[in-house]
């Protein structure tokens, strides 16, 4: 018999090869590398994925494990080099290249190549000099692990400006004193003039001796008047990355919102001293701090995000109107709410090493009474309007801790406009008509508001 035995078994799990040496009485256990190679234990790329927009153009890796990678830029002519570890190239990963738009604001094409064994290059040429971020992002909701290029424009335009020279911007400054509409445009003939005078119109002081009864003018007489040019923040929910709430038809929450918004910011740019900043005007996805800094940054005087709201059992129905709370949730609803908005930056995806949380905390501190009681007043008369077209969730407006929702100096509310997961609302969330009557009841609540609580021509901080 042989003074040495030898037994070979495979684990069924990760065939690796273990061989027993039986010699003298002594057992040897040897464990030899798996017999497959390194390429197949390298990490998968499941999604590429690209969202241009004018802010900032973002490249989505979607993959199975987390990766590792490193980036460096380069001049003359202007590119991002960024090299990934641990994964081949694949038919996946390839698809980048295609995804590229000719109409991406910073990304001309990119190149893909495996540099190295386990290690793929890519090459962004670029159109003009970008900050990259470059972050990974933990599994979440339906997401596997992700690797997010983020190309921000090294000089950020200013925001005003851009609107300026797109057109949508009329050029009076917030808290400047505009002259009177008829000083400012041809007066119309009795055949152009609008049934009832617009709210937002400037009209010198009455001549009490006009009237035809020659009495002085009652307060229900009186047309509210507007000495400035009035911002008001419309904030399309979600985008991008983060596609909400979505319906069993397959619409996404992202879309529904921003179609509304954009009708919305139509009919208020018809109104005379109103104009419209849309912290989105595309899919692309804004982090809930942004959201505020934009609205603060054009000093607007309103802010109101655009939701469509989904529950667990698809029965719940009905629009809601919601303001921040100092105190706490003035339901569990609104706390599961404000909880599940909120964790928009987790879905959306956010780099947490540049996240300030500083300025989270400060915008949390600063957010006032005052500015509470006005966005209640404001949430109640868009309520009421809303309530015209759609059952309401609640009859009253409700409060919780919503992020997008902290802006210390300006009155913000957050519509939900209707539950997406009801199969007979998302009908109507998708239906032109609903969204042209939500629209119009949004308006007709922020004229409204605006005519018991006329904008002061002040100083805001900065």
Same mark, same amino acid.
């Given at each position: 018999?042989?003074?040495?035995?030898?037994?070979?078994?495979?684990? #069924?799990?990760?065939?690796?090869?273990?061989?027993?040496?039986?010699?003298?009485?002594?057992?040897?256990?040897?464990?030899?590398?798996?017999?497959?190679?390194?390429?197949?234990?390298?990490?998968?790329?499941?999604?590429?994925?690209?969202?241009?927009?004018? %802010?900032?153009?973002?490249?989505?890796? =979607? *993959?199975?494990?987390?990766?590792?990678?490193?980036?460096?830029?380069?001049?003359? /002519?202007?590119?991002?080099?960024?090299?990934? =570890?641990?994964?081949?190239?694949? /038919?996946?990963?390839?698809?980048?290249?295609?995804?590229?738009?000719?109409?991406?604001?910073?990304?001309?094409?990119?190149?893909?190549?495996?540099?190295?064994?386990? #290690?793929?290059?890519?090459?962004?040429?670029?159109?003009?000099?970008?900050?990259?971020?470059?972050?990974?992002?933990?599994?979440?909701?339906?997401?596997?692990?992700?690797?997010?290029?983020?190309?921000?424009?090294?000089?950020?335009?200013?925001?005003?400006?851009?609107?300026?020279?797109?057109? =949508?911007?009329?050029?009076?400054?917030?808290?400047?004193?505009?002259?009177?509409? &008829?000083?400012?445009? /041809?007066?119309?003939?009795?055949?152009?003039?609008?049934?009832?005078?617009?709210?937002? @119109?400037? %009209?010198?002081?009455?001549?009490?001796?006009?009237?035809?009864?020659?009495?002085? =003018?009652?307060?229900?007489?009186?047309?509210?008047?507007?000495?400035?040019?009035?911002?008001?923040?419309?904030?399309?929910?979600?985008?991008?990355?983060?596609?909400?709430?979505?319906? @069993?038809?397959?619409?996404?929450?992202?879309?529904?919102? !921003?179609?509304? &918004?954009?009708?919305?910011?139509?009919?208020?740019?018809?109104?005379?001293?109103?104009?419209?900043?849309?912290?989105?005007?595309?899919?692309?996805?804004?982090?809930?701090?942004?959201? #505020?800094?934009?609205?603060?940054?054009?000093?607007?005087?309103?802010?109101?995000?655009?939701?469509?709201?989904?529950?667990?059992?698809?029965?719940?129905?009905?629009?809601?109107?919601? &303001?921040?709370?100092?105190?706490?949730?003035?339901?569990?609803?609104?706390?599961?709410?404000?909880?599940?908005?909120?964790?928009?930056? !987790?879905?959306?995806?956010?780099?947490?090493?540049?996240?300030?949380?500083?300025?989270?905390? #400060?915008?949390?501190?600063?957010?006032?009474?005052?500015?509470?009681? %006005?966005?209640?007043?404001?949430?109640?008369?868009?309520? *009421?309007?809303?309530?015209?077209?759609?059952? !309401?969730?609640?009859?009253?407006?409700?409060?919780?801790?919503?992020?997008?929702?902290?802006?210390?100096?300006?009155?913000?509310?957050?519509?939900?406009?209707?539950?997406?997961?009801?199969?007979?609302?998302?009908?109507? !969330?998708?239906?032109? &008509?609903?969204?042209?009557?939500?629209?119009?009841?949004?308006?007709?609540?922020?004229?409204?508001?605006?005519?018991?609580?006329? /904008?002061?021509?002040?100083?805001?901080?900065?």
């Amino acid at each position: 018999m042989s003074s040495s035995t030898e037994i070979c078994t495979k684990s #069924v799990k990760s065939k690796t090869r273990r061989t027993v040496l039986k010699a003298g009485g002594t057992l040897l256990i040897s464990i030899v590398a798996p017999l497959t190679s390194m390429s197949a234990r390298a990490a998968q790329i499941l999604a590429v994925r690209v969202w241009p927009a004018d %802010d900032y153009t973002r490249v989505t890796l =979607e *993959n199975d494990t987390e990766l590792k990678a490193t980036h460096f830029l380069i001049q003359n /002519p202007d590119r991002l080099v960024v090299d990934i =570890e641990g994964i081949e190239l694949n /038919p996946t990963l390839k698809e980048l290249v295609a995804k590229i738009q000719s109409n991406d604001p910073y990304i001309k094409q990119v190149r893909v190549g495996q540099n190295r064994p386990n #290690v793929v290059r890519l090459v962004f040429d670029l159109k003009e000099q970008v900050n990259p971020q470059v972050f990974t992002l933990d599994p979440i909701g339906n997401y596997k692990n992700r690797l997010v290029f983020d190309l921000y424009p090294l000089n950020p335009p200013d925001p005003i400006a851009v609107m300026i020279q797109k057109g =949508e911007w009329p050029t009076a400054e917030p808290g400047e004193i505009v002259p009177p509409v &008829a000083q400012t445009k /041809p007066t119309p003939t009795p055949a152009q003039q609008a049934p009832n005078p617009p709210l937002a @119109r400037v %009209d010198p002081k009455p001549d009490n001796n006009s009237r035809p009864d020659n009495k002085p =003018e009652s307060k229900a007489d009186k047309v509210p008047t507007m000495t400035r040019m009035i911002t008001i923040a419309l904030d399309p929910g979600h985008g991008g990355e983060d596609p909400g709430a979505i319906g @069993r038809g397959g619409n996404r929450e992202k879309d529904v919102v !921003l179609a509304i &918004a954009k009708r919305l910011k139509a009919k208020i740019e018809q109104q005379p001293n109103m104009r419209v900043m849309l912290t989105r005007d595309a899919d692309f996805f804004v982090p809930l701090g942004m959201r #505020v800094q934009k609205a603060r940054k054009v000093q607007a005087d309103l802010f109101v995000s655009i939701h469509a709201d989904a529950f667990v059992t698809p029965t719940a129905r009905g629009s809601s109107v919601f &303001a921040l709370s100092e105190k706490g949730a003035t339901s569990t609803a609104a706390r599961w709410m404000a909880n599940k908005e909120n964790a928009a930056d !987790l879905i959306g995806g956010v780099n947490i090493k540049s996240h300030d949380r500083q300025l989270a905390s #400060v915008l949390l501190d600063l957010s006032t009474t005052a500015q509470i009681n %006005d966005s209640m007043k404001l949430a109640s008369a868009v309520l *009421n309007e809303i309530g015209g077209i759609n059952k !309401l969730h609640k009859g009253s407006v409700e409060q919780a801790g919503f992020a997008v929702l902290k802006a210390p100096d300006i009155p913000s509310i957050l519509i939900e406009t209707a539950f997406i997961s009801n199969p007979e609302e998302e009908a109507k !969330l998708t239906d032109n &008509a609903y969204q042209d009557k939500m629209a119009e009841a949004v308006l007709t609540g922020i004229k409204k508001y605006f005519s018991h609580n006329p /904008p002061l021509a002040k100083n805001r901080m900065t």
